[in-house]
């Protein structure tokens, strides 16, 4: 084995961007990489907001939440990329226009509507400083302990008690 890892979450396959094959032994298990939402307790509009910023990122995890708004909102929430362009010829009304959009290796961040928003694990919340309601915290820790993949939700610099845990559909290896 020239470079092996050991995975002790699954945040680890986030880290690793530069990876083109992953080999597993019979004991792994493998998962055809898309997930859901199995439990959201957040407002609609910060997960409204939280979409906006995922339907820009390429994760998983941002496809099952902009996959779970739109189900709730028909389809009619799109985000757009203000490129400085002030004609927005065929957005629709409910658009969340997103500025300084960036991705980093735990989750993303932007301007949603003029409003900071941070959308991740509690890794990057602490990487940008941001604050973390302790009930945020626990939450994040008990749906990793049941295997899930933790997401909190944060404005203008700290959590508002928005969050989601998300799982993979798994394919016995």
């Known amino acids: 084995m020239e470079r092996g890892i050991v995975v002790l979450d699954d945040t680890i396959f986030e880290r690793l961007r530069d990876v083109d094959v992953v080999v597993f032994d019979k004991t792994g298990t493998l ?32 496809a099952a939440i902009v996959a779970a708004v739109d189900s709730t909102a028909g389809d009619a929430s799109t985000a757009q990329i203000d490129t400085g362009n002030t004609d927005h010829a065929g957005v629709t009304p409910d658009c969340r226009e997103v500025c300084d959009f960036r991705t980093h290796a735990t989750g993303v961040s932007g301007a949603v509507e003029g409003r900071e928003v941070l959308v991740g694990n509690l890794d990057l919340f602490a990487e940008q ?37 998300a799982t993979t559909h798994g394919k016995g290896g």
């Open 31 to 62: 998962t055809t990489g898309e997930m859901d939402i199995v439990d959201v307790n957040a407002s609609d509009e910060a997960l409204s907001d939280a979409a906006a910023l995922e339907r820009l990122a390429a994760h998983p995890a941002a």
């Open 129 to 165: 400083g941001w604050t973390v309601t302790a009930a945020i915290q626990k939450q994040a820790r008990e749906a990793r302990e049941f295997g899930r993949l933790p997401d909190v939700i944060g404005f203008d610099g700290q959590t508002d008690g928005s969050s989601w845990s």
